[in-house]
């Protein structure tokens, strides 16, 4: 894992209406860095920051990730997409792709590669709250896993979507060629190159072609 690199812009430009040269942190690996919920969606908000993907762990620690790679991106737009389509056709809930952020119980700020929302769940939501972070957790999240991240930090991740109150998820590593499905009070069960998943009763009707996102 490479160290994660901050660039802090300057707090006043200089005398002359220029700004002063940019400072540089360098974070090495094993240094957590801990901030808390306001802060975080400052830190978001700037325009600098708005092409990275960055998680608040429950704790309050950072988690800066690298954009995926083409054939990563491939996968997920695959995924997505057919998701997508699904939920267009019947209108059940909305559809969020790794941009959206949402704040769980546990105060961690998460941004899944695909997550749902029953409609009833999202209308009972203010304006305001939908704007944000929206404190919700999906019904459902999807992550692809990649081969330079840890399949132990992504379990870990999933294990928690499950406790936060998830009541579907789908770990999907192509390397492997197989689905770990999350569900409420369940072990998790391993698929190993299944052709199709099933949305079971929380995404009705929805069975999702793994060709493209598993395998090519």
Request: hydrophobic content about 40%.
């Amino acid at each position: 894992m490479t160290p994660t690199t901050l660039e802090q812009a300057p707090a006043n430009p200089a005398a002359d209406g220029e700004h002063s040269p940019e400072t540089m942190l360098v974070v090495p690996e094993g240094v957590r860095l801990i901030i808390g919920l306001e802060d975080f969606e400052r830190l978001c908000q700037v325009p600098e920051n708005r092409d990275l993907r960055l998680e608040r762990e429950s704790d309050g620690g950072l988690i800066v990730m690298a954009p995926a790679g083409m054939e990563g991106s491939w996968r997920n737009g695959n995924l997505f997409g057919q998701l997508w389509n699904w939920n267009r056709e019947n209108g059940l809930g909305r559809m969020f792709e790794s941009s959206g952020g949402m704040t769980f119980p546990n105060t961690a700020v998460r941004a899944p590669d695909v997550s749902w929302i029953a409609s009833p769940r999202w209308e009972a939501l203010s304006e305001d709250d939908r704007r944000r972070f929206t404190h919700v957790v999906p019904d459902f999240v999807a992550e692809l896993h990649s081969p330079s991240d840890s399949l132990t930090k992504a379990r870990a991740k999933m294990a928690e979507y499950i406790a936060q109150g998830v009541r579907l998820g789908w770990l999907i590593d192509p390397s492997s060629q197989t689905v770990e499905i999350y569900r409420p009070g369940r072990e998790p069960e391993t698929l190993t190159k299944p052709a199709t998943l099933s949305g079971e009763d929380v995404m009705p009707g929805l069975v999702l072609d793994l060709k493209g996102i598993l395998f090519d």
